[in-house]
Nanobody, 121 residues
């Protein structure tokens, strides 16, 4: 199983980014995918998750209203749309997958490489 996050970058506060998580080596439409982030010196933080069918999602309270998770099973890709970026969103964002996992789980079997998001004030 391989998961590759991309789409990060340096943006000004108030800007937007769309992160992508491309998966391979798995039957993608049987895996729940979650996004996490980790800032320097801080604990890993759950951001959002989407079920294998896309019919169920979960987002952390801190990102509701600004972050949207979606998936395209035909492309084996999950997206995280981030709007109104804030400096406190600065972190490495990475995706993880769990076969038939709950969107409320924090335990994932597979984790990919992250992508850096840096928000300037």
């Amino acid at each position: 199983v391989q998961l590759q996050a991309s789409g990060g970058g340096l943006v000004q506060a108030g800007g937007s980014l769309r992160l992508s998580c491309a998966a391979s080596g798995l039957t993608f439409n049987t895996y729940t995918v979650g996004w996490f982030r980790q800032a320097p010196g801080k604990e890993r933080e759950f951001v959002a998750a989407i079920s294998w069918s896309g019919g169920s999602t979960n987002r952390a309270d801190s990102v509701k209203g600004r972050f949207t998770i979606s998936r395209d099973n035909a492309r084996n890709t999950v997206y995280l749309q981030i709007n109104n970026l804030k400096p406190e969103d600065t972190a490495v964002y990475y995706c993880a997958a769990r076969k038939y996992g709950s969107v409320y789980t924090l335990e994932y079997d597979n984790r990919g490489q992250g992508t850096q998001v840096t928000v300037s004030s």
